[in-house]
């Protein structure tokens, strides 16, 4: 039997410190893989792709590691990760973690069920909530990271717990994250649970990447905002997956009639 390197870690942890009460009605957002932070140069490109932004939504972040300053000194973002697995010998943590602005009201975080074969570690989601400007209603936050080599089934069952989260908010809402949406059936089951909680997926100019298998895998959905403006960094490449920038709106209730 070979020994995992790995050991189940699935807690949150909530680092730096949020500057603002509420987010306002701009919301400018980054969305990346990071790729574990292992990539040459990627320290410099982080911090200039944060410097303006409300919302970072990172997968595969990584905790007990050099870079953990950033995170835990911040007075730009307060930051919350959900952690799935530590790695034995380097003891670095790896999960998802979100940014922001401003402080979490809520937050939930959930493994998914089932492990990926061979490094049998699972997948997380964190769900945030934040306070809106001039809103009744705050905003749901979703980021995700899709479990990966795994027969569909085991697929749809994950994606199936991440739409779980959004079934009884009823305000605005931002889905996103790395899915791994690498084939027709599994980018179609998406669409049709997208459809279903009435979301829309951001478009954006894009370069497909063959390790990718010329698939996009990072996507954004969104409720009850308008895009302003989306931009994927492909001049970036200090991970496998290229950094995504958006503008969102918040709609007024004159917007919504």
């Avoid at 680092?15 to 990539?39: R, T, Y």
């Avoid at 699972?122 to 899709?146: C, F, I, R």
Wanted: proline share 3%.
């Amino acid at each position: 039997m070979i020994k995992s390197r790995y050991n189940a870690v699935e807690s949150i942890k909530i680092m730096g410190h949020a500057p603002k009460q509420s987010l306002g009605e701009n919301i400018d957002v980054l969305l990346w893989n990071v790729f574990k932070c292992q990539k040459k140069g990627w320290q410099e490109d982080f911090k200039q792709l944060i410097s303006n932004k409300d919302l970072v939504l990172l997968q595969e972040a990584i905790l007990n590691s050099p870079f953990d300053g950033h995170f835990e000194k911040s007075f730009q973002h307060q930051w919350v990760m959900a952690r799935s697995f530590r790695h034995v010998k380097t003891n670095i943590e790896t999960g998802v973690k979100t940014g922001a602005s401003v402080a979490a009201n809520k937050h939930y975080f959930s493994a998914s069920e089932h492990c990926e074969p061979l490094s049998k570690t699972k997948k997380m989601l964190l769900a945030t909530e934040y306070p809106l400007d001039g809103h009744e209603q705050a905003l749901l936050v979703v980021n995700s990271h899709l479990i990966n080599f795994v027969s569909f089934n085991k697929f749809k069952a994950h994606l199936d717990q991440v739409f779980q989260t959004l079934e009884h908010h009823d305000g605005p809402v931002l889905l996103a994250g790395d899915f791994n949406t690498w084939n027709g059936k599994r980018m179609r089951y998406f669409n049709a649970l997208a459809l279903l909680f009435s979301l829309t997926e951001a478009t954006m100019i894009r370069q497909p990447r063959l390790s990718h298998l010329f698939r996009h895998l990072d996507h954004v959905y969104y409720r009850g905002l308008d895009v302003v403006d989306a931009h994927v960094h492909t001049h970036i490449h200090s991970s496998d997956h290229y950094p995504i920038s958006l503008t969102l709106r918040t709609r007024t209730a004159a917007d919504t009639k």
